[in-house]
């Protein structure tokens, strides 16, 4: 049945002259002179808010979020520094095994770029972390 429809719609499309490229080509062509006119006027209000700034606000905020950045990167090296070894229970020296992360370290291993694996003793109930870089 598939190559019998074939059949026949090739020879419909050889009999029939409905100029199929050029209704391919103008659809292309509006669907991209679309895409360009969204795409200038996203570029065009972006650029009528970021004129409403001097350009010391913006180096001023570029200059913070950089800072908040290098922080950041401080603060997990330590974090992971601190939390990169635990074999077994620092309490009683119990074995640990991996329990499921909490809902706040999966958010910490997300901002940090770390992994987090989060352990408990078997004998004295001691919770604790393990931090590694990604």
Known sequence: MTAVSLILLGIFLLVENLEIKYYIYLFLQKIFFSLIF??????NSFLIIIKQFETS?????????????MLLRIWREREISRNSYLQNCPECGGN??????TS????????????IKHYSCNI??????????K
């Open 38 to 43: 969204v795409f200038s006027k996203i570029l």
């Open 57 to 69: 606000d913006i180096v001023g905020v570029a200059l913070t979020l950089i800072g908040f950045y």
């Open 96 to 101: 640990l095994r991996r329990i499921p992360r």
């Open 104 to 115: 706040r370290q999966k958010v910490s291993g997300y901002i940090f770029g770390s992994k």
């Open 124 to 133: 004295c109930g001691y919770k604790g972390i393990k931090m590694s870089k």
